[in-house]
């Protein structure tokens, strides 16, 4: 159709284009909508082909790219089904392995079973401990502990095996005390005996045979002399059935428990006591009143005495660091004698004797540093060797001897050994410091603490010396200088250190020594200067070293001990001491009062007054003390003592808040230990509180009188020995009360604990569970504790009995060299004044025979001879008047002195010269005989010797 240009242009608007096109052909027409799809449909496949081409195109581009990727996915796809494919193999191989592990391993069950156990047991430890530590005990878990708190008959068994071990060690120390003085004194007998000539036999006569107890074999010779000390213990004495001697036996108990437990009493006496009788006191007593440290209780308190007297010590004895150094405090020498006994000797043995052992036995080590001495051997050598005189003068200066070669090298040698040996010993005491004894360690810690704050401005250095000097060289020296003395090696009587061992041993302790304290070689020895640098080095390990000793814990950690301690024991503590002991500790308390308990209202003063004067008659049940003789072996007799605190105020003063508050504290604890167990925490919210307010149901009662009823038993077995005690606090009938009131009771003390401050309601009394829960920790590794002592007991033991076989054998060999003397001396019986003849048939089996007169002897010509000095009451006019007679007695040494005025008897004495050697020895020159008669005790001995053994 022809457009329409008639007129003039114009623009159309949509309208007009609708008008127009609507006019043609409908919008709504067939054809129009058949060609606008098929417009539609063609317009598409442009697109859609142009996008097509346009793709391919770009992968034409890009072809080697997508080939790559392609490849790439393949070879992941293929190798993760490789990988699950080996995964299905390996798991099929692994299940077919652990299958035949598990029938392999069948017969290992119970091994397995006991490892699991014992892991798992660990385990729960750990995480009971770290519970602890953490403050977050549960009361559900200290409930299923709570049976560990409980008695059982193991537990008296070895309470009791443990006190038996305790006092035969006990027994065995005093045994072996005795036998070194035995010892002792027999080299100064036979001494004497062999410089007199006269006999020997005797000599052992109050010894006995056979290596038995000297207090023993004399009461044993006294049975059949003293008819009325054989019922001491029975009927009178001590521990006789009388109200009176129990009421004293208890006294004495509380008396010691005291000494024991409050360390100021015996540390004042210490001190307030002459110093001449301190040092045999503190030996007798002071570690039999603690038996020797034998548990942790004892050692415990032992070191509490040690620490309180020595800060006494220093305090008031020490004006300046070096006192203690160059002086010999009386404290540290009683905790050198402490340690040096038992475990801590054991555990020195254990850490230095292998060392010392191998030094002893390299028979190639000669280590001298004293050039001129190198020099002689070495002449000495030349000339053994060859046979011909070396052609070297003997006595040369150090300087000479210094100046030949074969002497340098000699020298260089033993230097580098040394230097060699310093470093075993020296690396082996700094990494074996658990090898020394906790006391030791302890009391350097507070010898250092003491000095630092007695002397502020002073050095760590130097106060370390200090230390050093305790350690080091008053307790580990020792026993490198002198081995044998010390039980560092296996003793054989007939094997004595040489010269080279003993030099050895010296010079290595010597360098250990000069580096503890930092001392160096000056001009006087100038070869060996070349040591200082090698010292220095040794010093600064040792420094290290004492640092780390004074970093042990408290005692009261150490041994696990606390407040509580005294009133949970078991067994009762006992000590094993001799009746003289215990009087001489009650006189020295009774002179040195106003010392030792300077305040009137000391407990103390209440116990002396109840016990008044000590006598050792009464304590024996004695008529009298006539017999001193016989009452001083009688003294020696051992005493056990079941040490218990003292009653009405007297172990301490009663009404305090405090006192009461802890009773409170315990009572509580112990109604717990029978009321949780029985009652059901969990269905009770699981705290504290809930529980005690819970309904109280008829299995819970039963349970609970279960549980009251199983304590009584066991404190009734206590109650069947002597020796345990399983402490009531219950002074009432409170500890049977039924369960609701219990409960009740318990909710009512925690109230009043509350506002004393020692719990709160805020956080479930958590206060008294976490108690409760270290109690039962506590319990627990006292078990093990006293499973360690019982082992350690036995070790002891078999030290100390191969100590006393050692010192058997000595005498055996002593009395050997006796017999051999005596048969010496037999044979120059021709020149004696008397001579015994000695019997073998079995009637008079070594009986004595006298076979000469007695002498007698006017006073006139003894007070010539100066034998006789004066006689009380009688002029010198009137000396004719008098004879003295000399009667020779059966047993040898032993003569019958009897004086006579105008030819009638008037005295009779008996004399040993064993006796008069003694007082001879000791310095006394006169001898009262008779009471009036002083005579001169070397005369009288020269005058015995020219008339009867021909001297």
């Not at 581009?61 to 080939?67: H, N």
């Given at each position: 159709?022809?457009?329409?240009?008639?007129?003039?242009?114009?623009?159309?608007?949509?309208?007009?284009?609708?008008?127009?096109?609507?006019?043609?052909?409908?919008?709504?027409?067939?054809?129009?909508?058949?060609?606008?799809?098929?417009?539609?449909?063609?317009?598409?496949?442009?697109?859609?082909?142009?996008?097509?081409?346009?793709?391919?195109?770009?992968?034409?581009?890009?072809?080697?790219?997508?080939?790559?990727?392609?490849?790439?996915?393949?070879?992941?796809?293929?190798?993760?089904?490789?990988?699950?494919?080996?995964?299905?193999?390996?798991?099929?191989?692994?299940?077919?392995?652990?299958?035949?592990?598990l029938r392999d391993l069948a017969r290992y069950e119970k091994q397995v079973v006991v490892i699991q156990r014992a892991w798992r047991a660990r385990k729960a430890r750990l995480q009971w401990a770290e519970m602890l530590s953490s403050g977050v005990a549960t009361l559900e878990t200290v409930v299923r502990h709570m049976h560990l708190l409980n008695v059982r008959d193991q537990d008296f068994r070895e309470e009791l095996d443990l006190q038996s071990a305790r006092g035969h060690l006990s027994k065995l120390i005093r045994?072996?005390?005795?036998?070194?003085?035995?010892?002792?004194?027999?080299?100064?007998?036979?001494g004497l005996l062999v410089q007199n000539r006269i006999s020997v036999q005797d000599c052992l006569l109050d010894k006995g045979k056979g290596g038995a107890m000297t207090g023993t074999l004399k009461r044993e010779k006294l049975k059949?002399?003293?008819?009325?000390?054989?019922?001491?213990?029975?009927?009178?004495?001590?521990?006789a059935l009388k109200k009176e001697s129990h009421d004293k036996l208890q006294a004495y108990q509380h008396l010691f428990y005291m000494l024991q437990t409050d360390p100021s009493y015996l540390a004042r006496l210490m001190f307030a006591m002459p110093q001449s009788k301190t040092t045999k006191f503190l030996e007798a007593v002071i570690l039999t009143l603690y038996n020797f440290g034998g548990n942790a209780r004892e050692e415990f308190l032992l070191l509490q005495l040690f620490k309180t007297a020595l800060v006494e010590e220093l305090t008031t004895r020490v004006e300046k660091?070096?006192?203690?150094?160059?002086?010999?405090?009386?404290?540290?020498?009683?905790?050198?004698?402490?340690?040096?006994?038992?475990?801590?000797?054991?555990?020195?043995?254990?850490?230095?004797?292998?060392?010392?052992?191998?030094?002893?036995?390299?028979?190639?080590?000669?280590?001298?540093?004293?050039?001129?001495?190198?020099?002689?051997?070495?002449?000495?050598?030349?000339?053994?060797?060859?046979?011909?005189?070396?052609?070297?003068?003997?006595?040369?200066?150090?300087?000479?001897?210094?100046?030949?070669?074969?002497?340098?090298?000699?020298?260089?040698?033993?230097?580098?050994?040394?230097?060699?040996?310093?470093?075993?010993?020296?690396?082996?005491?700094?990494?074996?410091?658990?090898?020394?004894?906790?006391?030791?360690?302890y009391m350097a810690k507070v010898l250092f603490a003491i000095m630092k704050d007695k002397f502020p401005d002073a050095l760590d250095k130097d106060l370390l010396k200090v230390v050093g000097n305790l350690v080091y060289y008053r307790y580990v020296n020792p026993t490198i200088v002198a081995p044998?003395?010390?039980?560092?090696?296996?003793?054989?009587?007939?094997?004595?250190?040489?010269?080279?061992?003993?030099?050895?041993?010296?010079?290595?302790?010597?360098?250990?020594?000069?580096?503890?304290?930092?001392?160096?070689?000056?001009?006087?020895?100038?070869?060996?200067?070349?040591?200082?640098?090698?010292?220095?080095?040794?010093?600064?390990?040792?420094?290290?070293?004492?640092?780390?000793?004074?970093?042990?814990?408290?005692?009261?950690?150490?041994?696990?001990?606390?407040?509580?301690t005294e009133a949970v024991l078991i067994a009762k503590p006992s000590i094993y001491i001799s009746l003289s002991e215990l009087c001489d500790t009650h006189q020295l308390l009774l002179d040195h009062t106003d010392s030792v308990a300077p305040l009137a209202s000391d407990p103390l003063h209440t116990l002396l007054d109840s016990l008044g004067p000590p006598s050792l008659c009464s304590l024996l049940g004695a008529a009298d003390s006539n017999t001193n003789s016989s009452l001083a072996s009688l003294g020696k007799t051992e005493v056990c003592l079941t040490l218990s605190p003292a009653t009405a105020n007297m172990a301490r003063m009663a009404g305090s808040n405090s006192s009461d508050t802890d009773k409170l504290w315990l009572k509580t604890k112990h109604l717990l230990l029978a009321i949780l167990p029985a009652v059901q925490v969990e269905e009770c919210g699981r705290t504290l509180i809930g529980a005690l307010k819970s309904r109280t149901t008829p299995e819970q009662e039963q349970s609970y009188c279960d549980n009251l009823d199983k304590r009584d038993i066991a404190g009734d077995q206590a109650v069947k020995t002597d020796k345990l005690d399983l402490t009531n606090v219950f002074c009432d009938e409170e500890g049977r009360l039924p369960l609701e009131d219990a409960k009740r009771l318990v909710l009512k003390n925690l109230r009043i604990l509350e506002v004393a401050g020692y719990t709160s309601s805020k956080d479930g009394c958590q206060t008294i569970i976490t108690d409760l829960a270290r109690d039962i920790l506590n319990q627990r590794d006292h078990r093990i504790r006293r499973r360690g002592d019982l082992g350690k007991a036995s070790q002891v033991k078999a030290g100390l009995v191969n100590k006393q076989e050692y010192m058997v054998a000595q005498l055996d060999q002593y009395r050997q060299y006796v017999t051999h003397c005596l048969a010496n001396l037999n044979k120059a019986g021709n020149n004696k004044r008397v001579h015994f003849a000695t019997h073998h048939d079995n009637s008079h089996k070594g009986k004595k025979i006298r076979s000469k007169a007695a002498v007698k002897y006017a006073a006139t010509k003894l007070y010539d001879k100066g034998v006789l000095q004066t006689i009380e009451g009688l002029p010198n006019a009137q000396l004719k008047n008098v004879q003295f007679v000399f009667l020779p007695l059966e047993q040898d040494g032993m003569f019958e002195v009897s004086a006579r005025f105008m030819g009638v008897d008037m005295e009779r004495l008996v004399i040993d010269i064993q006796e008069l050697l003694k007082l001879q020895y000791e310095g006394q020159a006169v001898l009262n005989m008779f009471g009036k008669a002083k005579v001169n005790v070397n005369l009288l001995l020269h005058f015995l010797n020219a008339k009867f053994y021909g001297k």
């Open positions: 159709m022809e457009p329409n240009i008639r007129g003039g242009a114009g623009v159309l608007c949509v309208e007009d284009i609708r008008a127009a096109v609507g006019g043609v052909s409908g919008v709504h027409s067939q054809k129009f909508l058949k060609g606008l799809v098929f417009f539609q449909a063609r317009a598409r496949g442009a697109l859609a082909r142009s996008r097509l081409f346009m793709m391919l195109d770009w992968y034409y581009k890009r072809e080697k790219d997508i080939v790559k990727i392609q490849a790439l996915w393949r070879g992941r796809r293929d190798r993760k089904n490789l990988a699950d494919m080996v995964t299905i193999k390996v798991k099929e191989r692994r299940k077919s392995v652990k299958a035949k592990n045994q072996n005390e005795q036998y070194e003085q035995e010892l002792d004194q027999m080299d100064v007998k036979i059949d002399n003293n008819k009325n000390y054989s019922d001491i213990g029975t009927h009178r004495g001590l521990k660091i070096n006192d203690v150094v160059a002086g010999n405090p009386l404290v540290i020498k009683l905790v050198i004698s402490y340690n040096r006994s038992g475990r801590g000797g054991c555990g020195l043995k254990e850490l230095l004797g292998p060392l010392v052992k191998q030094v002893l036995e390299d028979s190639k080590l000669k280590i001298n540093t004293n050039p001129v001495e190198v020099y002689k051997s070495w002449v000495n050598q030349m000339e053994s060797e060859t046979g011909q005189a070396a052609g070297l003068p003997y006595d040369v200066s150090q300087e000479v001897a210094l100046g030949y070669e074969e002497v340098q090298k000699r020298l260089d040698k033993s230097i580098k050994d040394l230097k060699r040996m310093v470093t075993l010993f020296l690396a082996t005491i700094i990494n074996g410091i658990d090898k020394f004894p906790y006391g030791i360690l044998e003395r010390f039980d560092m090696v296996d003793k054989k009587v007939d094997q004595n250190l040489n010269n080279d061992q003993r030099r050895n041993l010296g010079s290595i302790a010597k360098i250990l020594q000069f580096a503890a304290s930092k001392k160096g070689f000056g001009e006087e020895s100038e070869h060996l200067m070349v040591l200082n640098p090698f010292i220095i080095d040794c010093h600064d390990k040792f420094k290290n070293f004492f640092q780390r000793c004074c970093s042990v814990p408290e005692p009261d950690v150490q041994f696990n001990i606390d407040q509580y």
